[in-house]
């Protein structure tokens, strides 16, 4: 009985298509890495514009109902009115938010993954 050896050629082509094989498969694992990291970016970026733009809501809010205040000769005490008030906490509230929300894009930035819960929402 005889043994038929392999070439070695075909072998070289085995071992040559596993190193591509085990290359392109360390390419995508890498690129899914990066499509997840810059999602997560991109997810925090949207968090904090729709954040900031919910505070501009609240200061257009905030000046219309002062406005009105104002207009009605209601000048005294406008500061202690209880709309005013809900107003202002919600704006501080929503100031605080934002403050988490930068801290969270930065440690994503730097690499601590540390990431706002997704189901956070906004006050208001």
């Known amino acids: ?4 050896r392999i070439p070695e050629k075909l072998m070289e082509t085995d071992t040559l298509w596993e190193r591509i094989k085990q290359g392109v ?6 690129a899914a ?14 968090d904090i514009a729709g954040t900031r733009h919910a505070i501009h809501e609240a ?15 209601k000048k ?3 500061a202690q009115k209880d709309d005013v008030q809900e107003l202002v906490e919600k704006i501080g509230a929503l100031e605080d938010l934002l403050k988490e929300r930068e801290v969270s894009l930065e440690g994503l930035r730097d690499g601590n993954g540390e ?9 208001g």
Not at 1 to 4: A, D, H, L, S, V
Not at 25 to 30: G, H, Q
């Open 115 to 123: 990431e706002a819960p997704a189901e956070e929402t906004q006050p």
């Open 33 to 46: 890495e990066k499509a997840e990291y810059l999602g997560r970016i991109g997810r925090a970026r949207l």
């Open 76 to 78: 005294t005490a406008v």
């Open 25 to 30: 498969l360390e390419s995508a694992s890498t």
């Open 59 to 73: 200061f257009a809010e905030l000046g219309g109902v002062v406005y009105t205040y104002l207009q009605d000769g």
């Open 1 to 4: 009985m005889e043994i038929k």
